[in-house]
C-alpha cells in the first residue's frame, strides 16, 4: 500500500484496479527452458484487455505472494516482477492478530506507466 501510495480510504476505492496472481506453479520435472517467464509474458501482455471485456473498469497491475520457505521468486524476477518487501505473516481475515502464516514476499507488475497514479485516481 505504501509503495502505491494508498490510505485505507482510496485502497478500498480502487482495490478492484489490481489483480492478484494466486497460483503459478511448474513442477519441477516439467523442463523446459524459460516456460515460467514466457507464461507470465503471455498473462501480462493479455490480461488488461480480458480484464476490460470481462469486468468492465481497468486493472492497473498485477500482484503476487510467494512462500518464500518454499519458492525463491525466480520466475517472477525474470519475468521483470518487483519485489516490493514481504508480508507480515498474517492474513487479511486476522483482525484480532491470531492468526500466523508464513511470511511471503510481495511481487507486483505494472500493466501501465503511471500505474501509481491510476491506482490513486478517483476515475477509471
Do not use: M
Not at 519485489?83 to 500493466?111: A, C, Q, S
Request: hydrophobic residues 35%; glycine residues 4%; proline residues 6%.
Amino acid at each position: 500500500d505504501a509503495f502505491i501510495g494508498w490510505d485505507r480510504p482510496t485502497r478500498e476505492r480502487n482495490l478492484q484496479r489490481l489483480t492478484n496472481n494466486t497460483r503459478f506453479l511448474i513442477p519441477p520435472w516439467v523442463q523446459v527452458p524459460h516456460l515460467a517467464s514466457h507464461v507470465l509474458g503471455l498473462i501480462t501482455r493479455r490480461i488488461r484487455a480480458d480484464w476490460q471485456a470481462k469486468y468492465g473498469h481497468p486493472v492497473h497491475a498485477l500482484e503476487t505472494f510467494v512462500d518464500r520457505s518454499r519458492f525463491k521468486g525466480t520466475c517472477y524476477r525474470a519475468a521483470n516482477w518487483r519485489r516490493l518487501g514481504e508480508t507480515r505473516g498474517r492474513t487479511r481475515n486476522d483482525r484480532h492478530k491470531r492468526i500466523h502464516v508464513p511470511v511471503k514476499d510481495v511481487y507486483l507488475y505494472p500493466l501501465v506507466a503511471n500505474f501509481r497514479e491510476a491506482l490513486r485516481d478517483d476515475h477509471p
